[in-house]
């Protein structure tokens, strides 16, 4: 409605700003980009000088579209000419963020603090300054935001991590030195981001663990923790409604699904112990197995062909039953020594109703090594069957 009055307004008066403005925005609200981008060149087009809210929406319209590097270049146009507008110099601060240069953001929200101090903008500049692992700076904006507002939801999230700081700071600030010196440690980014996990910072551990992926794509330390880093940004971005058509959000996607979501309680002392010495490990069905484990069958597929016990077992246990009943029975064919070969044909016998088979087969998997799963198959089997 808003568009089609103002649209009615410009062919009366061509040189109208706000109505120029009003439709812009209004295609904006629509979702309608293209239609807004057209308006704003016709309105740069039909009036010789426009507005400096022209240069507003054009940088919120390139940040819709995803297009960092031109919003940014739009806000600065934008507070050249109206640089007491704090809002616009947040928004710079987070666009910046987005385009991971923190440091620039930071002085983009220290514009802003200056203009107008408020809670909110102490907590945006402390996840610049912890992005940047400026561990000082972040921990006096977060308490000058408790100070201004401690019923503020982010500073109560993050006050109470820099109370424990003497307890991750200093292995924090060792490893931080060690990736300064050498940005190509792989190892230590991987150390890093599980330090940063573990404290509290989520964002910048993910910053690590892109990086350590950028290194080794086939690392499984950093193809698990980067695929359980998008999830949990799905997860926040559907919490707070966001758009789910942006290319960062596809990515996300993409690497969550690779890896299954895991129980907190499984990411353990020995939980990152065994992955550590899984990615080291050369022989690919160690990795599968590792991952079965800890119930990865997606990312175990990617470790080996057919005729492997562990793809067969990983095969069963995304239930791709025709799939896995041919990978299981190539399994015990070459693997007849093998365990785990028998129980996932075990499994897929059951799953099929082939009851005596299903017996069958776990019988052979008893015999190679005895364990609950065993036990409880053999117990499913014969119910089924009627035979106690």
Known sequence: ??????????????????AWAALVAARMNQD?????????????????????????????LAFTEGDTPRAVNAWKRYLHRAPKDDAAWKQLAAVYGDEKDFANGVDAMGSALALRADAEGFV?????????????????????ANRMDSTNADAQALFPIFERSATWQPPMSALDQIVQKNPDDFQSRLNRAEWLRWS?????????????????????????WR????????????????????????????????????????????????????????????????????????????????GSPARA????DLDRLPEAGRSARLA????????????????????????????????????LGKTPETEDLRKTALLRLGTR
């Open 332 to 367: 015990t064919q070459q693997h007849p020594g093998d365990a785990m070969a028998w129980m996932a044909l075990a499994r897929w016998e059951l799953a099929n109703g082939n009851y005596r088979e299903t017996l069958d087969a776990v019988n052979r998997s008893a015999r």
């Open 1 to 18: 409605m808003v568009g089609e009055v103002s649209a009615r307004e410009l062919i009366e008066n061509p040189r109208d700003q706000k």
């Open 32 to 60: 309608d980009l293209k239609r807004a981008e057209q308006a704003l060149k016709e309105w740069r087009t039909t009036v010789s000088s426009p507005a400096a809210a022209s240069e507003k929406l054009d940088a919120e």
């Open 124 to 144: 945006q500049r402390a996840r610049l300054r912890i992005r940047m692992h400026d561990w000082a700076g972040a921990e006096s904006d977060v308490r000058q």
């Open 227 to 306: 695929g359980l880093a998008a999830q949990e940004r799905l997860a926040a971005d559907r919490t707070a409604g966001d758009d789910e058509k942006s290319s960062r959000v596809e990515n996300d996607k993409a690497a969550a699904g690779d890896v299954m979501p895991m129980d907190a309680a499984l990411i353990s002392t020995d939980f990152e112990r065994e992955l550590k010495a899984a990615d080291a490990e050369t022989d690919p069905e160690a990795r599968a197995r590792f991952l079965l484990k800890y119930h990865q069958p997606v990312m175990a597929l990617r470790e080996v062909q057919e």
């Open 200 to 224: 509290g910072f989520t964002e910048a551990a993910q910053d690590d663990i892109e990086a350590a992926f950028q290194m080794d794509p086939k690392s499984l330390r950093a193809r698990l």
């Open 313 to 316: 077992q990983a095969l069963v």
